[in-house]
């Protein structure tokens, strides 16, 4: 079976950190552009980061630029999203995509594969 999935979600206090997984099964992750996406209540998701097949090159959205970091972890055959001085604002639902298109894409519905998120919640 072919699927994402992702952890590491929870309750974080402002200005903490959080790491969050994605981790595919039936698939090699290597081969994919993964993007990270989010989903706040009310609002539209959103891509927030990527990673691409190609070049490992990565994008972050101005919302997250400095604070978060995508890296991949082959032998594991997963790839994590470093969260740092988390902001109310960030509490969403996080999901993970993959892409075998080699250059990173913002629309959710182009991803091949699409993880069924984790809820991170940063409040005091």
């Known amino acids: 079976q072919l699927q994402l999935v992702e952890s590491g979600g929870g309750l974080v206090q402002p200005g903490g950190s959080r790491r969050l997984s994605c981790l595919a099964s039936?698939?090699?992750?290597?081969?994919?552009?993964i993007g990270w996406f989010r989903q706040a209540p009310g609002k539209e998701r959103e891509d927030i980061s990527c990673i691409s097949s190609s070049d490992g090159s990565t994008y972050y959205a101005d919302s997250v630029k400095g604070r978060f970091t995508t890296s991949r972890d082959n032998a594991k055959n997963t790839v994590y999203l470093q969260m740092n001085s988390l902001k109310p604002e960030d509490t969403a639902v996080y999901y993970c995509?993959?892409?075998?298109?080699?250059?990173?894409?913002?629309?959710?519905?182009?991803?091949?594969?699409r993880g069924q998120g984790t809820q991170v919640t940063v409040s005091s």
């Open positions: 995509a993959a892409d075998f298109f080699p250059v990173c894409g913002s629309l959710w519905s182009e991803y091949d594969y």
């Open positions: 039936g698939f090699t992750l290597d081969d994919y552009t």
